[in-house]
């Protein structure tokens, strides 16, 4: 169907120029909506980045805070044919298994174990630890610069220990 049946009071050469500068109008401005959601949807990308980072900050904080005050510093010892070896080991114990998972999640690495049963009615016990090396390495290295002089003198004592072989 041709426009002049479409339209028979115009002719069809002054229209079809008309319609296809208006199409080119409606292209151009869809590109410039794209460019602008585009725009949005980076802006808002970044926007999720930084309060993620914010909370991350605020969660590690947290759990350096949490640390500080329920972890534990040690070096398990166990026996190889070659000889006794050690390793330092980082744990966390507390009734409530949220707050467990919660740390877990905040320092990426760890193994949450129990319910340890105490008896006389207390609360079960839960264990948030790591021992591998790489594990600890990384609990370190995020939480090193947020934890107190004490806790870090901790580490480094045990690390040194550990690292010396002194522990037999």
Not at 47 to 59: D, F, T
Not at 91 to 117: C, M, W
């Amino acid at each position: 169907m041709g426009f002049g049946s479409m339209f028979p009071n115009d002719d069809e050469e002054e229209i079809r120029p008309a319609l296809s500068g208006a199409m080119q109008h409606q292209e151009k401005r869809i590109e410039i909506l794209e460019d602008k959601r585009i725009t949005l949807a980076l802006q808002l990308t970044e926007a999720h980045a930084k309060i993620r980072e914010l909370q991350n900050s605020s969660e590690l904080a947290w759990a350096a805070g949490f640390f500080d005050g329920e972890g534990c510093v040690f070096i398990r010892t166990y026996q190889r044919k070659s000889g006794p070896a050690s390793y330092l080991s980082l744990s966390v114990s507390q009734t409530d298994r949220e707050l467990l998972e919660r740390f877990q999640e905040a320092v990426g690495v760890g193994k949450i174990n129990g319910p340890y049963h105490n008896g006389s009615g207390r609360k079960p016990k839960y264990q948030w630890e790591v021992g591998k090396r790489p594990g600890v390495n990384q609990v370190i290295k995020v939480l090193i610069s947020r934890i107190s002089h004490v806790k870090r003198l901790q580490i480094q004592k045990a690390l040194a220990l550990v690292d010396a072989g002194s522990i037999k």
